[in-house]
């Protein structure tokens, strides 16, 4: 069985470090907010990086303009799907669409009741 979805920039959000907002540019997951580089607080504006990532879809800042290379390794979160998808679904595809993220998901052996 294949099947398909969407997650929701909300849903994508609630998974976000505090202090970190996600949104969209239209084509790519977007990250703005404030994070904490030693004793100082940095804001930040980003373009994120989405893959797959064992039992997840990990998002990580790819493009931040004005702050060290350091901040992008600080923004960078998985969004967890072991263990929350029936029937052992894996994950096999993400990618970026203007409501969120659509990824695709394959399952064996499932179940058809009529």
Do not use: C, H, W
Request: proline letters at 4%.
């Amino acid at each position: 069985m294949t099947v398909s979805g969407t997650l929701t920039r909300a849903t994508i959000d609630k998974y976000a470090p505090q202090g970190v907002k996600i949104g969209g540019n239209g084509r790519r997951l977007t990250a703005s907010g404030e994070v904490t580089l030693g004793a100082n607080k940095v804001r930040f504006n980003a373009e994120m990086r989405v893959v797959l990532a064992d039992g997840g879809i990990k998002i990580q800042a790819e493009k931040i303009e004005g702050v060290p290379d350091q901040v992008a390794q600080l923004v960078s979160y998985t969004i967890p799907f072991q263990g929350k998808l029936p029937f052992d679904v894996r994950v096999t595809g993400v990618k970026s669409v203007a409501e969120g993220l659509e990824f695709s998901a394959e399952a064996s052996d499932v179940p058809i009741r009529g």
